[in-house]
Protein backbone atom coordinates (compact mmCIF):
# COMPACT_ATOMS: atom_id res chain seq x y z
CA UNK A 1 0.00 0.00 0.00
CA UNK A 2 1.28 3.68 -0.78
CA UNK A 3 -0.25 5.79 2.80
CA UNK A 4 0.30 9.31 2.76
CA UNK A 5 -1.58 12.17 4.63
CA UNK A 6 -2.68 15.19 2.62
CA UNK A 7 -4.42 18.87 3.83
CA UNK A 8 -2.19 22.07 5.43
CA UNK A 9 0.29 21.46 8.27
CA UNK A 10 -0.97 20.45 11.52
CA UNK A 11 -4.32 19.06 9.45
CA UNK A 12 -3.46 16.64 7.64
CA UNK A 13 -5.61 13.50 7.15
CA UNK A 14 -4.77 9.78 6.15
CA UNK A 15 -4.86 8.72 2.36
CA UNK A 16 -4.60 6.31 0.19
CA UNK A 17 -2.89 6.00 -3.55
CA UNK A 18 -4.69 3.35 -4.75
CA UNK A 19 -3.13 0.85 -7.54
CA UNK A 20 -4.85 2.90 -10.34
CA UNK A 21 -3.11 6.27 -8.77
CA UNK A 22 -6.05 7.37 -7.64
CA UNK A 23 -6.20 9.22 -3.68
CA UNK A 24 -8.66 7.51 -1.36
CA UNK A 25 -9.68 9.04 1.63
CA UNK A 26 -8.75 6.88 5.07
CA UNK A 27 -9.87 9.07 7.18
CA UNK A 28 -13.06 7.20 7.80
CA UNK A 29 -11.28 4.28 8.56
CA UNK A 30 -8.00 5.08 10.50
CA UNK A 31 -8.03 8.90 12.54
CA UNK A 32 -4.20 8.87 11.18
CA UNK A 33 -1.23 7.17 9.71
CA UNK A 34 1.46 6.63 13.00
CA UNK A 35 3.47 4.69 15.13
CA UNK A 36 0.41 3.34 16.28
CA UNK A 37 -1.17 2.29 13.59
CA UNK A 38 1.64 0.87 11.93
CA UNK A 39 1.88 -1.32 15.05
CA UNK A 40 -1.56 -2.12 14.71
CA UNK A 41 -2.06 -5.40 12.59
CA UNK A 42 -5.74 -5.52 12.61
CA UNK A 43 -5.87 -1.53 11.96
CA UNK A 44 -3.78 -2.06 8.52
CA UNK A 45 -5.84 -5.11 7.22
CA UNK A 46 -9.45 -3.23 7.60
CA UNK A 47 -7.14 -0.21 5.38
CA UNK A 48 -6.50 -2.86 2.88
CA UNK A 49 -10.05 -4.88 2.59
CA UNK A 50 -11.28 -1.26 2.66
CA UNK A 51 -9.54 -0.66 -0.57
CA UNK A 52 -9.96 -3.88 -1.96
CA UNK A 53 -13.83 -3.40 -1.56
CA UNK A 54 -13.36 0.00 -3.47
CA UNK A 55 -15.21 1.95 -0.49
CA UNK A 56 -12.92 4.92 -0.22
CA UNK A 57 -13.56 7.62 -0.91
CA UNK A 58 -11.79 9.74 -3.92
CA UNK A 59 -10.17 12.72 -2.71
CA UNK A 60 -9.85 15.89 -4.84
CA UNK A 61 -5.60 16.19 -5.06
CA UNK A 62 -5.59 19.20 -7.75
CA UNK A 63 -3.98 21.81 -5.00
CA UNK A 64 -3.88 19.92 -1.98
CA UNK A 65 -0.93 19.72 -0.03
CA UNK A 66 0.95 16.60 1.03
CA UNK A 67 2.69 16.36 4.29
CA UNK A 68 5.03 13.90 5.94
CA UNK A 69 3.43 10.22 5.44
CA UNK A 70 4.19 9.40 9.24
CA UNK A 71 2.74 11.53 12.30
CA UNK A 72 3.99 11.96 15.54
CA UNK A 73 7.46 10.46 14.71
CA UNK A 74 9.70 10.16 17.62
CA UNK A 75 12.85 10.22 16.20
CA UNK A 76 14.84 10.43 12.94
CA UNK A 77 18.24 7.81 13.17
CA UNK A 78 20.50 8.81 10.40
CA UNK A 79 22.94 6.85 8.63
CA UNK A 80 26.60 8.72 7.52
CA UNK A 81 28.98 7.17 5.24
CA UNK A 82 26.88 4.35 4.09
CA UNK A 83 27.50 4.32 0.30
CA UNK A 84 30.84 2.85 -1.10
CA UNK A 85 30.48 5.54 -3.69
CA UNK A 86 30.12 8.51 -1.04
CA UNK A 87 32.61 7.80 1.10
CA UNK A 88 35.39 7.48 -1.71
CA UNK A 89 33.77 10.91 -3.05
CA UNK A 90 34.29 12.70 -0.19
CA UNK A 91 37.69 11.16 0.90
CA UNK A 92 36.98 9.26 3.58
CA UNK A 93 37.44 5.58 5.19
CA UNK A 94 35.04 3.30 4.58
CA UNK A 95 33.58 2.72 7.77
CA UNK A 96 33.82 -0.22 10.02
CA UNK A 97 30.44 -0.05 11.84
CA UNK A 98 27.84 2.07 10.66
CA UNK A 99 28.10 6.04 11.62
CA UNK A 100 24.26 7.42 13.53
CA UNK A 101 24.03 10.55 14.18
CA UNK A 102 20.53 11.96 14.93
CA UNK A 103 17.94 14.40 13.20
CA UNK A 104 15.45 16.32 15.12
CA UNK A 105 11.25 15.06 14.31
CA UNK A 106 10.93 18.62 14.11
CA UNK A 107 13.54 18.87 11.03
CA UNK A 108 10.42 16.88 8.94
CA UNK A 109 8.33 18.25 6.36
CA UNK A 110 6.35 17.38 3.44
CA UNK A 111 7.79 16.11 0.48
CA UNK A 112 7.14 19.74 -1.59
CA UNK A 113 7.07 21.95 1.19
CA UNK A 114 9.79 25.00 1.12
CA UNK A 115 13.16 24.26 2.88
CA UNK A 116 14.64 26.90 4.06
CA UNK A 117 18.63 28.17 3.74
CA UNK A 118 19.66 28.80 7.05
CA UNK A 119 20.80 32.44 7.98
CA UNK A 120 24.66 32.67 7.53
CA UNK A 121 25.01 28.96 5.55
CA UNK A 122 27.44 29.07 2.63
CA UNK A 123 27.39 25.33 2.48
CA UNK A 124 23.92 23.95 2.21
CA UNK A 125 23.81 20.51 1.01
CA UNK A 126 21.26 17.80 -0.71
CA UNK A 127 21.61 14.25 -0.03
CA UNK A 128 18.51 11.77 -1.34
CA UNK A 129 17.79 8.65 1.14
CA UNK A 130 15.96 5.44 1.46
CA UNK A 131 14.07 6.37 5.15
CA UNK A 132 13.11 2.95 6.78
CA UNK A 133 9.93 3.62 9.12
CA UNK A 134 9.48 1.06 11.85
CA UNK A 135 6.79 -1.05 12.26
CA UNK A 136 7.67 -2.83 15.78
CA UNK A 137 9.18 -1.86 18.75
CA UNK A 138 12.59 -3.44 18.28
CA UNK A 139 15.38 -3.68 20.48
CA UNK A 140 18.25 -6.04 20.44
CA UNK A 141 17.24 -7.42 17.16
CA UNK A 142 19.52 -11.22 16.68
CA UNK A 143 19.41 -11.57 12.94
CA UNK A 144 18.63 -9.38 9.51
CA UNK A 145 15.76 -11.73 9.03
CA UNK A 146 14.25 -10.34 12.66
CA UNK A 147 15.28 -6.54 11.53
CA UNK A 148 13.71 -6.80 8.25
CA UNK A 149 10.62 -8.16 10.12
CA UNK A 150 10.24 -4.95 12.40
CA UNK A 151 9.89 -2.50 8.94
CA UNK A 152 6.67 -1.39 8.54
CA UNK A 153 7.61 0.21 5.34
CA UNK A 154 9.86 2.51 2.97
CA UNK A 155 10.16 6.52 1.82
CA UNK A 156 12.11 9.34 0.17
CA UNK A 157 13.92 11.00 2.57
CA UNK A 158 15.61 14.49 1.72
CA UNK A 159 18.92 14.75 4.45
CA UNK A 160 19.37 18.35 3.75
CA UNK A 161 23.03 19.43 5.47
CA UNK A 162 24.84 22.42 6.03
CA UNK A 163 28.59 21.45 5.60
CA UNK A 164 30.13 24.22 7.69
CA UNK A 165 28.16 23.98 10.37
CA UNK A 166 28.53 19.90 10.62
CA UNK A 167 32.00 20.20 9.87
CA UNK A 168 33.90 22.93 10.69
CA UNK A 169 31.90 24.73 13.54
CA UNK A 170 33.29 21.90 16.12
CA UNK A 171 31.15 19.43 18.17
CA UNK A 172 28.93 16.79 16.53
CA UNK A 173 27.32 17.02 12.85
CA UNK A 174 23.85 18.14 14.54
CA UNK A 175 24.59 21.37 13.85
CA UNK A 176 24.53 20.90 10.33
CA UNK A 177 22.06 18.34 10.28
CA UNK A 178 19.17 19.95 12.52
CA UNK A 179 18.36 22.92 10.90
CA UNK A 180 14.37 24.21 10.21
CA UNK A 181 13.00 22.20 7.27
CA UNK A 182 15.93 19.76 6.76
CA UNK A 183 14.39 16.52 6.06
CA UNK A 184 11.25 16.53 3.89
CA UNK A 185 9.66 13.42 3.78
CA UNK A 186 7.39 11.59 1.59
CA UNK A 187 5.61 12.00 -0.82
CA UNK A 188 4.45 7.90 0.52
CA UNK A 189 4.75 5.38 3.05
CA UNK A 190 5.43 2.42 0.90
CA UNK A 191 4.66 -0.38 3.19
CA UNK A 192 7.28 -3.19 3.38
CA UNK A 193 5.16 -6.12 1.04
CA UNK A 194 5.66 -3.59 -1.85
CA UNK A 195 9.56 -3.70 -1.53
CA UNK A 196 10.83 -7.39 -1.46
CA UNK A 197 14.38 -5.74 -2.14
CA UNK A 198 15.23 -2.58 -0.44
CA UNK A 199 18.59 -3.05 -2.11
CA UNK A 200 17.44 -2.81 -5.45
CA UNK A 201 16.37 0.84 -5.33
CA UNK A 202 17.41 3.63 -7.70
CA UNK A 203 17.95 6.78 -6.52
CA UNK A 204 18.18 10.03 -8.32
CA UNK A 205 18.25 13.90 -7.11
CA UNK A 206 17.97 17.28 -9.64
CA UNK A 207 18.98 20.81 -8.76
CA UNK A 208 17.76 22.95 -10.98
CA UNK A 209 17.57 20.38 -13.42
CA UNK A 210 20.56 19.13 -13.70
CA UNK A 211 20.94 15.45 -12.47
CA UNK A 212 23.35 15.22 -9.52
CA UNK A 213 22.78 11.79 -7.83
CA UNK A 214 22.35 8.44 -10.02
CA UNK A 215 22.76 5.82 -7.38
CA UNK A 216 21.20 2.11 -6.25
CA UNK A 217 21.09 1.31 -2.78
CA UNK A 218 22.94 -2.32 -4.20
CA UNK A 219 26.16 0.31 -3.04
CA UNK A 220 25.46 0.57 0.60
CA UNK A 221 27.90 -0.04 2.72
CA UNK A 222 25.56 -1.89 5.19
CA UNK A 223 22.30 -2.65 4.08
CA UNK A 224 19.01 -2.04 5.26
CA UNK A 225 18.50 -5.09 7.35
CA UNK A 226 21.94 -4.78 9.08
CA UNK A 227 21.25 -1.21 9.93
CA UNK A 228 17.97 -2.02 11.54
CA UNK A 229 19.79 -4.88 13.58
CA UNK A 230 22.92 -2.78 14.48
CA UNK A 231 20.69 0.29 15.50
CA UNK A 232 18.46 -1.93 17.85
CA UNK A 233 21.55 -2.98 19.47
CA UNK A 234 22.34 0.82 21.03
CA UNK A 235 18.84 2.35 21.27
CA UNK A 236 15.39 0.99 21.34
CA UNK A 237 13.25 1.41 17.74
CA UNK A 238 9.30 2.37 18.26
CA UNK A 239 6.81 2.02 15.57
CA UNK A 240 6.91 5.15 13.91
CA UNK A 241 10.56 6.26 13.76
CA UNK A 242 12.49 6.87 10.92
CA UNK A 243 16.14 5.73 9.41
CA UNK A 244 17.41 7.82 7.10
CA UNK A 245 19.82 5.07 5.64
CA UNK A 246 23.09 7.68 4.27
CA UNK A 247 23.27 8.84 0.47
CA UNK A 248 25.10 7.73 -3.07
CA UNK A 249 27.82 9.83 -4.25
CA UNK A 250 26.95 13.25 -6.22
CA UNK A 251 27.09 15.52 -3.60
CA UNK A 252 28.32 19.34 -3.39
CA UNK A 253 30.30 18.22 -1.05
CA UNK A 254 32.57 15.76 -3.10
CA UNK A 255 32.65 18.27 -5.92
CA UNK A 256 35.60 19.83 -6.95
CA UNK A 257 36.07 23.87 -6.13
CA UNK A 258 33.93 25.80 -6.35
CA UNK A 259 31.55 23.85 -5.08
CA UNK A 260 28.03 24.26 -6.08
CA UNK A 261 26.67 24.28 -2.60
CA UNK A 262 22.64 25.71 -2.44
CA UNK A 263 21.47 29.16 -2.74
CA UNK A 264 17.94 30.47 -2.17
CA UNK A 265 16.02 30.19 -5.00
CA UNK A 266 17.57 26.58 -6.13
CA UNK A 267 15.18 23.98 -6.66
CA UNK A 268 16.11 20.33 -5.73
CA UNK A 269 13.73 16.95 -7.07
CA UNK A 270 14.63 13.68 -5.96
CA UNK A 271 12.83 10.08 -6.38
CA UNK A 272 13.64 6.80 -5.30
CA UNK A 273 12.12 3.92 -7.75
CA UNK A 274 8.74 3.14 -6.53
CA UNK A 275 8.73 5.34 -3.58
CA UNK A 276 7.38 8.80 -5.13
CA UNK A 277 8.97 12.06 -5.91
CA UNK A 278 9.98 15.12 -3.93
CA UNK A 279 10.23 18.62 -5.45
CA UNK A 280 11.48 21.39 -2.86
CA UNK A 281 11.98 25.68 -3.66
CA UNK A 282 15.01 27.01 -1.22
CA UNK A 283 14.24 30.23 0.38
CA UNK A 284 15.93 31.83 2.91
CA UNK A 285 15.09 31.24 6.49
Not at 5 to 19: H, I, K, M, N, Q
Not at 208 to 224: C, H, Y
Not at 232 to 259: C, H, R, W
Request: charged share 25%; aromatic share 6%.
Amino acid sequence: MKLLRVGTTGAERPALLDAEGVLRDLSGVVPDIDGALLADDAALGRIRTAAEAGELPVLDADGLRVGPPVARIGKVVCIGLNYHDHAKETGAEPPAEPVIFFKAADTVVGPHDTVLVPRGSVKTDWEVELAVVIGRTARYLGSQEEALAHVAGYAVAHDVSEREFQIERGGTWDKGKNCETFNPLGPWLVTADEVPDPQGLGLKLWVNGELRQDGSTSDQIFPVAEVVRYVSQFMTLYPGDVINTGTPAGVALGMPEPKPFLRAGDVVELEIEGLGRQRQEFKPA
